[in-house]
């Protein structure tokens, strides 16, 4: 029996983003984990375990067929959104038993491009069939069902439209210092409430951008860690949630599977959401990240509309600073973005944002981070707790 390994990411990539009209998806997925196998300075002969979901009839195998791996771990488990999240853990919990010796994921989307070009709708439907044949009469899209739970929110709690709105102002204030956002210039609460409605409560800039883009991720065994030319950044936990499919089966519009993934992850990196000094959130709406701030334990429950105000998510001047790189409001979003998330907290923590940069008092890099996905309409949730030294 092999003992358990230590996991680090050593590679973390994205590809071309925002508008790319001329890449394929298959193009976007090669040229983030190229990015990334050069991050780490690695050969893709090393890579034994690819994880993939999203393309192609036979995701994992398709794409790493395209990309020239044949691999002997994989991994396709599509819970949408926090599909990435999951599947690190999984990745962490492989290498860790000695199953793989450095775990690829890799994401790519044209979802922009597609919609411009007429080759998909910007509907995005799950079908009829399923527990979805009780709700797709009524009207529901995926949107409606978020906005439905923030105006639960909302009458529970108290929470007013500007804090969700402010959520919007500071992932466009981050997205100011990211040149790699597709939206940088700043926004006020009137220029969100002043939107035009998509579904109530939610305007336009409460809703995510829709971008092309792909992301890439790179976990070894420690080992592995002295041949790479990055430091490595130590997957310390992790925990995964499914709370539900139908509307009606969801005990709580205003609880997501984030207070089961994230409770698991703290517990399992020994740490406490108290200590963690960057966090990245899926934010397809504003409402998403308002409720994972309290799921996660960095506010109590209903507390989360007072925690966002007075600028607490910025990178200048946060006390927590979220969604550094602008966050799938301003960023990028090409569809099941928990991917750039484990990006993004891996560049905070090894101190290579630029201006966008997180410093402690000291000016040094954060060391704690912890990345949140949320899939479907808060049906899963992925949570992994990264750190370094």
């Not at 939610?202 to 883009?213: M, Q, Y």
């Not at 007075?310 to 099941?336: F, I, Y």
Request: glycine share 12%; net charge negative; proline share 4%.
């Amino acid at each position: 029996m092999v003992a358990r390994r230590k996991v680090a990411v050593v590679g973390v990539a994205l590809s071309d983003c925002g508008r790319v009209d001329d890449a394929t998806p298959y193009a976007l997925h090669a040229q983030a984990a190229r990015r990334a196998l050069a991050d780490a300075g690695l050969d893709r002969s090393l890579v034994d375990g690819f994880a993939s979901a999203g393309l192609g009839t036979l995701a994992p195998v398709e794409v790493a067929e395209y990309l020239g791996l044949r691999p002997t771990w994989v991994d396709s488990t599509s819970v949408g959104g926090s599909t990435w999240e999951v599947m690190a853990a999984h990745a962490a919990d492989a290498i860790a038993a000695g199953h793989a010796r450095a775990v690829l994921l890799v994401y790519g989307s044209t979802a922009r491009a597609d919609v411009r070009a007429g080759r998909r709708t910007g509907t995005l439907s799950f079908g009829t069939r399923g527990p979805m044949q009780f709700e797709v009469p009524y009207g529901h899209t995926l949107i409606a069902k978020y906005a439905m739970a923030a105006r639960r929110h909302m009458i529970e709690y108290g929470t007013t439209i500007e804090q969700l709105a402010e959520v919007a102002v500071q992932a466009r204030a981050n997205a100011a210092l990211n040149p790699e956002a597709m939206f940088r210039t700043p926004i006020t609460v009137d220029a969100v409430l002043s939107g035009p409605m998509i579904a109530d409560p939610f305007t336009k800039l409460h809703c995510c951008v829709r971008s092309d883009g792909g992301a890439a991720v790179l976990l070894v065994a420690e080992e592995y860690v002295r041949d790479c030319r990055t430091s490595p950044v130590w997957v310390l936990g992790s925990g995964e949630s499914v709370s539900h499919a139908a509307m009606s089966e969801w005990p709580d519009f205003t609880v997501s599977p984030a207070a089961v993934s994230g409770r698991l992850a703290f517990e399992r990196a020994g740490v406490r959401p108290a200590e963690i000094e960057v966090a990245e959130i899926y934010d397809a709406f504003t409402y998403m990240t308002l409720v994972t701030l309290e799921d996660l334990g960095f506010c109590g429950k209903g507390e989360g509309g007072a925690f966002v105000e007075k600028g607490r998510l910025r990178v200048e001047g946060g006390e927590l600073p979220v969604n550094t790189d602008g966050g799938a409001l301003s960023a990028q979003h090409p569809g099941m973005r928990g991917l750039f998330l484990l990006v993004e907290a891996v560049r905070q923590l090894r101190g290579e944002c630029g201006e966008r940069q997180v410093r402690r008092r000291d000016d040094s890099p954060p060391r704690l981070a912890v990345a949140s996905g949320t899939g479907g309409w808060f049906c899963s949730s992925g949570t992994v707790v990264l750190g370094v030294g």
